[in-house]
Structure formats: structure tokens, C-alpha cells
T-cell receptor, first 115, second 112 residues
């Protein structure tokens, strides 16, 4: 299994809603990532979890709250989002996070629309 | 200046043509990745390179560490190759975390 699975594929939410994005991998990877991608732009790193611990937060607003309950699962909890948060949210995983040139596996993304 | 530069930004080809996309970077790297993204879709990793050359089907990726340059070639291009191709570098951050620095992508359109 060399897949990173993201659910849901599409999500429309109001600005007062609370929702969660889910990412799962069963490759034994110990580093997992959330990226945000706006149209026609490259992905922007949001969070990195390494061995289930948050190791990078790229100054992301607190309305985005990541969680890594175990080594296979990564969640992104969303609350009180703004329309400008509408984007494709991508999850990725790597075998390890030591900057040693490991292959990155990406999910298909969740297309989020905030109304 | 972005640490990873790609060219061209847009590329249109006729089916069957040989295609080259270039990527240059300005700092030391642990590895360089070539990624593919179809419109509205997720990202697929095509290659990860730290030296030399790799081939997978009609795709070939090369890297010259001394010149800080990599190329992605597509032989016998096909309309299904139409996508955005992204070069991403794993910079020598010296830390314990893995951060990719992305190029802006090359939008490839292959016409039948």
C-alpha cells in the first residue's frame, strides 16, 4: 500500500462551522505534513508532524488545528474559517523527516470551499 | 528570488514531441523531486533524485549537482501528459525536519 488517503474529497462549510479533514497512510512513514494550495500556486507548508509530535507550525492561524492521534493518521480541525481559506488541502508523508532526501507521497487533497 | 526556479512556465506541444522542463536551484540540496499535478487533482511523485539520472517509462529525470540544475524529459508526449509539473528541492536545512521548497510549476499542454 503506497497511498495517502484523504477524506473528504470535497468540503463546503460555513464560517461558523466546525469540520475536520482526515489523512491516512499505512506505509509506516513517521513524518506527515499538511499543505495548503491556492489555484495556480505551489503548495505552502502548514504543519509537519514527526513521530507523532508537531515539529513545524508555519505560523498558521489558530483556526486550523492539527492532530496526529497515531503514526498512521493525521487530522486537520477547522473552525471559524474565512472565505480566503478556500483552497486545496494536501496531506503528504515521508519515511522519515531528517532532510535526507526521502520520497514524498501526497494524497489527492480535499477541495475546501468556505461560504 | 525563489530558491527553486523552473522554466518554462507554460509549454504547449504536439503529440509525439520530445519535451524538456528545466529546474535550477541556488543552494545545496539533499534531493530534488519532480511532481505531477493534473488540474484540480492531487500530487503524484514522479522522481526523487540526488544524483545522475532516472527513467520511468517515457519519463527521464536528470540532475547535475555541480551546476545545480535538473531536467525532466518526456519522450513521445501524449495528451494525457498534460498537467502541471513541479520541481521541489529538499534543501540542506541542517535540521531534523524535512521541508520541500517548490518551484512555481510548468503547465504542460499536449495537443493531439
Amino acid at each position: 500500500d503506497t497511498e495517502v488517503t484523504q477524506t473528504p474529497k470535497h468540503l463546503v462549510m460555513g464560517m461558523t462551522n466546525k469540520k475536520s479533514l482526515k489523512c491516512e497512510q499505512h506505509m509506516g512513514h513517521r513524518a506527515m505534513y499538511w499543505y495548503k494550495q491556492k489555484a495556480k500556486k505551489p503548495p505552502e507548508l502548514m504543519f509537519v508532524y514527526s513521530y507523532e509530535k508537531l515539529s513545524i507550525n508555519e505560523s498558521v492561524p489558530s483556526r486550523f488545528s492539527p492532530e496526529c492521534p497515531n503514526s498512521s493518521l493525521l487530522n486537520l480541525h477547522l473552525h471559524a474559517l474565512q472565505p480566503e481559506d478556500s483552497a486545496l488541502y494536501l496531506c503528504a508523508s515521508t519515511k522519515r523527516g531528517a532532510g535526507l532526501g526521502t520520497e514524498a507521497f501526497f494524497g489527492q487533497g480535499t477541495r475546501l470551499t468556505v461560504v | 528570488k525563489n530558491e527553486v526556479e523552473q522554466s518554462p512556465q507554460n509549454l504547449t506541444a504536439q503529440e509525439g514531441e520530445f519535451i524538456t522542463i528545466n529546474c535550477s536551484y541556488s543552494v545545496g540540496i539533499s534531493a530534488l523531486h519532480w511532481l505531477q499535478q493534473h488540474p484540480g487533482g492531487g500530487i503524484v511523485s514522479l522522481f526523487m533524485l540526488s544524483s545522475g539520472k532516472k527513467k520511468h517509462g517515457r519519463l527521464i529525470a536528470t540532475i547535475n549537482i555541480q551546476e545545480k540544475h535538473s531536467s525532466l524529459h518526456i519522450t513521445a508526449s501524449h495528451p494525457r501528459d498534460s498537467a502541471v509539473y513541479i520541481c521541489a528541492a529538499d534543501l540542506n536545512s541542517g535540521g531534523s525536519n524535512y521541508k520541500l521548497t517548490f518551484g512555481k510549476g510548468t503547465l504542460l499542454t499536449v495537443n493531439p
